[in-house]
């Protein structure tokens, strides 16, 4: 068995080019960091989600970048090879680049290796910002969770020629001012698949289509201990499993396999 090692951004940039998938998962604490880290797991996302999962919100807006902070720094000592993405809150990176930077620079001393930010257009100029002074940036394109209300809900987005035409463009100026990697949140497969194909840098899904470079999913949604209903894109692996590492490894093989997301069975 190859012993692994530590994941980076170069490594990340290898898969997407040689066509091997990446697993991605959300994480929050230190235990899950450890396991994760051990079922083989490729990169985990701080996610501003724990404000569904873990605080019991409707929505990640209210979450604050002390919330992201902690967390942060939690996942960071229960990783030894995964790489590790924060989430850039609502409200910490919307006034101005140098405010962007502020924000970012924390995360990284909190142990991110790369930032996530939502948005494209107006998000280029700190893109471009933060990527010139070192920090990795991920953009966050299609459905936009902090931005929830003016999408006028959970729509998918890219349907039309309009909003396709808009990832599109989004998705170069991001590439253009430095973005080293994109994830796309209920986009159509057939558009995601396209982008990816030609991208020069990865492309993460949810609700994307399996074209995509790697796959990500809110941890307790896959381990089917969400409460309520959850996004048909989702899939249940602990369904058989005698364990949480069984399962989450089940989720790795899938993912590398390229046998999730099934694009006609979740109506991509």
């Not at 967390?71 to 993405?85: E, L, N, Q």
């Not at 020629?161 to 796309?184: C, D, K, N, T």
């Not at 249940?236 to 399962?247: E, I, N, R, T, W």
Request: net charge neutral; with cysteine; glycine share 10%.
């Amino acid at each position: 068995m190859t012993e692994r090692k530590l994941m980076t951004l170069p490594r990340l940039a290898q898969m997407h080019a040689g066509g091997e998938k990446i697993a991605m998962l959300t994480c929050y604490d230190a235990a899950f960091a450890s396991l994760l880290d051990e079922a083989g797991v490729d990169m985990l996302l701080v996610g501003d989600s724990l404000a569904n999962v873990l605080q019991g919100r409707g929505s990640t807006a209210p979450v604050s970048l002390d919330d992201m902070l902690y967390h942060t720094t939690c996942v960071r000592r229960g990783v030894k090879y995964a790489f590790v993405v924060a989430d850039l809150p609502f409200d910490s990176y919307h006034v101005s680049k140098e405010e962007a930077w502020k924000s970012a620079a924390a995360l990284v001393k909190a142990g991110a290796h790369m930032v996530k930010l939502e948005g494209g257009g107006w998000t280029a100029e700190t893109v471009r910002f933060l990527s010139e002074r070192g920090i990795p940036v991920c953009v966050h394109l299609g459905f936009t969770p902090q931005t929830v209300t003016s999408l006028g809900g959970f729509k998918v987005q890219g349907r039309d020629e309009v909003s396709a035409a808009r990832i599109r463009r989004e998705s170069q100026q991001a590439i253009e001012a430095g973005a080293a990697m994109l994830l796309y949140e209920m986009v159509p497969a057939a558009l995601a698949a396209d982008i990816t194909a030609t991208s020069p840098v990865p492309v993460i899904g949810i609700g994307a289509g399996v074209g995509c470079s790697g796959q990500v999913l809110v941890l307790h949604d896959m381990l089917n201990i969400t409460p309520g209903r959850k996004p048909r894109f989702v899939k249940d692996f602990m369904a058989g499993k005698d364990s949480v590492l069984a399962g989450v490894k089940g989720y790795v093989d899938a993912v590398r396999a390229g046998s999730f997301p099934v694009d006609a069975v979740h109506g991509f």
